[in-house]
């Protein structure tokens, strides 16, 4: 059984349109197949291996596995997609970025940063498409939105937590 759940393993989660946790494959098995989380982690571990030399790689992030097709044959594969890939403005990834790495962060801090207001539409698409949300409220006068990002947003960038954020100095050597 132990080479056919990997195989089990690589069909399930081929099919599925999102990441799927540990606790959520051993629910594709009944009692009688005896197939626990342990035996799940181990066939992952073994599944991760065999892709290596495959087209695609196990992806853990921070709503579970999921294969995703390898950086290398991208480019074949995007000429297939149905939507295009979308393109992001600089205010949009700027914006993203600020809330990505100072959460909870308001909109006047963001503001404060950016030197420039922010733009009402930017924000809307960035909780739109699910990679930012209001945490909260700040305890000061006005309570104003506490935002930062989603588990969404992890899954997009292939994330597992926010600690597998580049650190900033990582960024100015990108850039320099």
Do not use: C
Not at 84 to 102: G, N, Q
Not at 114 to 131: F, M, P, S, Y
Not at 159 to 173: G, I, N, T, Y
């Amino acid at each position: 059984m132990k080479m056919e759940l990997v195989l089990i393993l690589e069909a399930i989660l081929l099919t599925a349109n999102q990441p799927l946790t540990v606790a959520q494959l051993t629910q594709f098995f009944t009692q009688d197949e005896s197939v626990d989380s342990v035996a799940i982690q181990v066939a992952l571990k073994q599944l991760a291996a065999q892709t290596q030399e495959r087209s695609f790689d196990l992806i853990e992030t921070a709503r579970g596995y999921r294969l995703q097709t390898k950086q290398r044959y991208s480019q074949w594969v995007v000429k297939h997609q149905e939507e295009p890939i979308p393109k992001y403005s600089r205010v949009f990834l700027e914006t993203l970025a600020l809330i990505a790495w100072r959460q909870p962060i308001t909109r006047a801090e963001l503001e404060a940063i950016r030197g420039v207001a922010v733009n009402a539409n930017v924000l809307k698409a960035l909780i739109e498409r699910d990679w930012v949300r209001v945490l909260g409220h700040k305890p000061v006068p006005g309570r104003p939105e506490l935002l930062g990002t989603t588990k969404q947003f992890l899954d997009y960038f292939n994330l597992k937590s926010l600690d597998d954020l580049p650190q900033l100095a990582e960024l100015k050597d990108l850039v320099v």
